[in-house]
């Protein structure tokens, strides 16, 4: 026998499941897949464009960042992939070019790898890249940049135009947002995506089809996003009294997209069971709050935000309960 | 208390499988796939009696505990199953010939954990010429007796842990014990030396739980095996008709074999931190290990061998009667050798098997594998960052953090690690380092903070 040949020694396990973080990145790509195609039926082929540049320049900036920083090479593992597409699809399809790709600098290189890279950053980076833009670049981000015609529903862009001539330009920042403008819509347009927003929060059809997609293959947990969403629906029931209300609340705005593809991102969200119930009821509550106590004109993402900042601190206080572990104050 | 009570989600959740009590672990685990040939392979195949070695080398130390003291020298004339090493103290168990022939020295041998210990090498006279003394047990009344002689016979747990049968029925008067499990889950991968021991040898399994539950005064008899292995529940329920003993089938799922993870899934107890499982009222001991105590106990028979899965990388995987203190290096030859490409032994299963790099190890009574595997290295562990997607969490059946305890012992914070993250309750069973996307050595970075907070 060959004995040379079986002299590799390693610890313990000697077998490991297959997938990797690129095999579960390229998971949620798929899940994203859906949203996007919703996001270039609605809004038209510059969707894509928006898509494509946003997803590019991430890698690139990843890459570039890597190499300026003598660091090895990570944008074989998709993350950035990820994070460019879930950018994207919290812009305006009328957003100049330029937009994203300064937001994919904020995600990739302020937030993620100044911090250490993937897993290490403690704020979503498309979120905190999106707020950042938010404050940066008013015009485009928010008011008259949603009144870009949907496919179908032609009444958005003159109920719009017109507010915004009622009203004022300053007003015209909060009231024309696509928050404010869902009650234009019947629940079935929304749920579809026949509404305004940003580019991959309209459909929320696509994106509860990636979400359980997700859930199934195991890349989520169920908690974060149902939680999240239950929550919101819930306030909305009791603080309104009523159900038609509590659906308009879940189905409009961003809710879907950033309670199963925001919220649950891996570094910024906690990794125990405990802690996930926490982080869903807790994004709920908080954009409940913003939403109906907050000039703002929609709270998921700053309710995540917030969130992000709590994880260290929730995962702390939700440590499983090890085996065989005797309760100290019986 | 040293037993706790748990909610009921703990203890049976019963469904009617195979008309038996199907229990399910109780916390976590995982489901690790068997690459190059698994359970499937080697467990439909009846155990094969080895070649019959021309020498073997005998490890005085085959257990958890003090090394043996040589009772014979160079050219002594021994015979099979005469007691060649005595114990020494309590945590100690006799070695004994596993040939009839010659000594021919005391030589120090690579043993499976890697560290190197003295050996005695008989060359066979090709006989087999069984220790004629060897007698079993007219009165199985005195459990003082009883373990005495199981401790003659060298019986360690069979399982892998190596730890004296002797000093675990050794249970103090004042710790009644409700339940003696007999541990059939095999939840190792790749592994059926306990499927095939379960089916060829049921009557001596069952008689070693009557005797061993006998000893300590178990109220109840129970023994658990994994879904996975219908033909064996099936084999085990028709033989303990009868004789009081439950079978009850568990869920596969890893570790259900480790003990602790086994006391919770039957009994719906858990052994506190620490504490041992009598202090829990349970004993457990594997098949392999029952079969042999119940051989020592009515024919005074000594492990001389035991059942080996040869499996992985080889070309005939099978399992094998093996001869103790036989080479890993002859045990792989007959089962086809090793298929090109392939560059580790695994002795014992893939989850918690140690690396056996010396072919010239000899096969001890805790080995139930000989895996030949294929490990392509970093190319197998990039070792990125961890991204924190909770997986090990989630499958950490002793439900601690492991990633928390990863970075920890990273940054040297092993105090840390012990005082704020349970560093000593992981039982380094795999589960968190198999599930890792990243690929992280968790496992061993807890072994190297666990090793660190020992030695200050």
Redesign the interface.
């Given at each position: 026998?060959?004995?040379n040949?079986?002299?590799?020694?390693?610890?313990?396990?000697?077998?490991?499941?297959?997938?990797?973080?690129a095999?579960?990145m390229l998971e949620v790509v798929i899940a994203l897949v859906p949203a996007a195609a919703a996001a270039v039926y609605f809004f038209g082929w510059r969707a894509l464009i928006i898509m494509s540049v946003s997803v590019a320049s991430s890698v690139a900036w990843e890459w570039v960042y890597n190499r300026i920083a003598k660091k090895p090479q990570?944008i074989g593992?998709l993350?950035a992939v990820v994070t460019g597409l879930l950018l994207a699809f919290n812009l305006p399809v009328t957003v100049p070019v330029l937009i994203p790709i300064i937001g994919s600098f904020l995600a990739i290189v302020l937030v993620k790898q100044f911090f250490?890279?993937?897993?290490?950053n403690f704020l979503n980076p498309a979120l905190a890249a999106r707020a950042i833009l938010m404050v940066s670049w008013v015009g485009y981000m928010t008011g008259s940049a949603f009144s870009a015609a949907v496919r179908g529903v032609e009444m958005v862009a003159a109920t719009t135009s017109a507010t915004t001539a009622a009203t004022g330009a300053v007003d015209a920042v909060t009231a024309a947002t696509p928050l404010a403008m869902a009650g234009n819509y019947s629940l079935v347009q929304l749920f579809v995506g026949q509404c305004a927003g940003s580019l991959g929060e309209v459909s929320k059809l696509a994106l509860l089809v990636g979400g359980i997609y997700l859930i199934v293959r195991r890349i989520i947990?169920w908690k974060v996003p149902v939680l999240m969403i239950a929550t919101v629906f819930v306030a909305k029931w009791i603080s309104s009294g009523s159900v038609n209300d509590a659906l308009y609340a879940i189905l409009s705005g961003g809710l879907f997209l950033g309670a199963f593809f925001m919220a649950t991102d891996?570094?910024t969200?906690?990794?125990?069971?405990t802690g996930?119930i926490i982080m869903g009821v807790g994004c709920g509550v908080l954009t409940f709050v913003i939403r109906e106590l907050s000039p703002m004109p929609e709270g998921v993402s700053y309710a995540i935000l917030i969130m992000n900042l709590a994880v260290p601190l929730i995962?702390r206080y939700t440590?499983?309960?090890?085996?065989?572990?005797?309760k100290r104050h019986a | 208390m040293a037993m706790?009570a748990l909610p009921s989600d703990g203890g049976a959740k019963n469904g009617e499988v195979l008309g038996l009590k199907r229990t399910l672990i109780s916390?976590r685990g995982?489901h690790?796939?068997e690459?190059g040939g698994g359970k499937r392979e080697t467990g439909t195949k009846p155990i094969e009696r080895a070649a019959r070695p021309s020498v073997v080398a005998i490890p005085l130390t085959q257990h958890i505990g003090a090394s043996c003291k040589p009772l014979v020298k160079p050219g002594d004339k021994v015979l099979l199953g005469q007691k060649i090493g005595e114990p020494d103290g309590f945590m100690s168990v006799a070695v004994h010939a596993s040939v009839s022939g010659v000594v021919k020295g005391i030589q120090p041998r690579t043993l499976p954990g890697?560290q190197r210990a003295d050996a005695i090498v008989i060359e066979s006279d090709g006989l087999d010429q069984w220790d004629p003394s060897l007698k079993g047990a007219d009165d199985l009344r005195d459990p003082a007796k009883l373990i005495a002689m199981i401790r003659e016979a060298g019986i360690v747990g069979m399982g892998g842990a190596a730890f004296p049968t002797h000093v675990k029925l050794s249970v103090p008067k004042d710790r009644p014990i409700d339940y003696m499990i007999l541990n059939g889950a095999e939840c190792e991968?790749y592994l059926s030396c306990d499927h095939r021991v379960m089916l060829e040898e049921t009557e001596e399994a069952l008689d070693g739980l009557e005797i061993a539950a006998g000893i300590v005064g178990a109220k109840r008899k129970v023994v658990g095996i994994e879904l996975n292995k219908p033909d064996a529940i099936e084999a085990m329920r028709k033989a303990a008709e009868g004789k009081g003993i439950e079978v009850r089938a568990l869920k596969t799922k890893y570790p259900q074999g480790g003990e602790?993870q086994m006391i919770?899934a039957l009994t719906g107890r858990?052994?506190?931190?620490?504490?041992l499982p009598m202090d829990a009222g349970c004993v457990v001991i594997n098949v392999s290990t029952a079969a042999a105590i119940s051989r020592a106990i009515r024919k005074g028979l000594p492990i001389v061998e035991r059942v080996v899965t040869v499996a992985g990388a080889v070309k005939e995987p099978k399992n094998l009667r093996v001869r103790i203190g036989v080479d890993i290096?002859s045990v792989?030859?007959q089962a086809g050798?090793?298929i090109e490409g392939?560059?580790?032994?695994?002795l014992g299963g893939?989850?918690?098997?140690?690396?056996g790099?010396n072919?010239n190890t000899p096969i001890t009574k805790c080995i139930g594998g000989v895996?030949?595997?294929v490990?392509r290295?970093k190319a197998?562990?990039?070792r990125?960052?961890?991204?924190?997607?909770?997986k090990c969490?989630?499958a950490?059946?002793?439900?601690?953090?492991p990633?928390d305890l990863y970075a920890l012992s990273n940054k040297e914070f092993y105090e840390r690690a012990r005082d704020e993250?349970?560093l000593a309750?992981c039982i380094?069973c795999?589960c968190c380092?198999?599930?890792?996307?990243?690929?992280l050595?968790i496992?061993?970075f807890i072994?190297v903070a666990k090793h660190a907070v020992t030695r200050k």
């Open positions: 026998m060959e004995h040949g079986l002299r590799r020694v390693s610890s313990s396990p000697h077998i490991r499941a297959e997938h990797t973080i095999s579960m990570t593992d993350s250490g890279g993937i897993g290490a947990s891996y570094a969200s906690p990794v125990t069971s996930r995962d440590k499983p309960r090890v085996y065989g572990e005797v | 706790l916390r995982v690790p796939h690459a890697g991968p602790r919770e858990q052994v506190v931190s620490g504490k290096e792989i030859e050798g090793a392939a560059n580790k032994i695994v893939p989850m918690m098997g140690l690396s790099y072919p895996l030949v595997m490990d290295g197998d562990r990039p990125g960052n961890c991204i924190r997607c909770g969490v989630a950490c059946p002793a439900g601690l953090m990633l993250r349970s309750d380094e795999g380092d198999y599930v890792c996307p990243s690929k050595p496992v061993h072994r």
